[in-house]
């Protein structure tokens, strides 16, 4: 890794951590405030789901803070407990932004069905684009450019999938938001706070994607400059 990636690197880190202490930070603070409504994580999953025609996906607890996810292969919403069992703002944002994943799964939804499609292709090419670009950049120094032009490849892939993660949890946010603001989870005190929080979420996804182009286009560079010096 060149001086000039590491720094990059180093300062998006540390943006990353900033983001997400200020996000943890929030989910905490909200999951203090209690919804009028009364109704748990999980309550309100359901209620989501049932509530947009889908009867065929399953909410289920796991393990983790801020572990929650959809999992489209075997139709499930995932919640960490604070959220599934909790009655909090906090609960109530993510549980409906992760049914707001399977009303994209439902609906058939563009970006979600490629990323899903990428899935194992980016699996693979994370377990080896970080040694093939340092045997890359290491060999490109002594003139052969081949090895580094394929971890750009394998790079771009996973640039390719964090780009396309955007609009995915975009939607997904602006789906959830749009179902709370419209039933009656959230009071009009309490819906702005859960606002907060998913934009929150959302700047965690901005940050890692910047970074990744940043640093794609700085391998890049490294590649040309190489084959400019053949």
Known sequence: MTPEILIVSL??????FLVSAILKSKFTKYSKVPLSSGLSGREIAEKMLREN??????????????????????????????????TSVSAAAVAAHECGHAVQHATQYAP????????????????????????????????????LLIGIILMAVTVLFTLITLPVE??????ALAWLEHTNVTDTNEYPKAKDALKWAATTYIVAALAAVVQLVQYIMIFMNARDRE
């Not at 300062?11 to 990353?16: A, K």
């Not at 975009?170 to 789906?175: C, E, N």
């Open 11 to 16: 300062v998006f880190m540390g943006i990353s």
């Open 53 to 86: 025609g889908i009867y065929d996906v399953k909410v289920t607890s796991v393990d983790g803070f801020l572990s929650d996810h959809y999992n489209p292969v075997n139709k499930t919403v995932n919640l960490s407990p604070e959220v599934f069992n909790g």
């Open 112 to 147: 979600l069905n490629l990323r899903s499609r990428l899935v194992p292709v980016v699996q693979f090419s994370s377990t080896i684009v970080n040694l093939v670009l340092l045997i890359g950049v290491v060999l490109a120094a002594s003139g052969s450019t081949t090895l």
């Open 170 to 175: 975009f939607d997904a946010s602006k789906r």
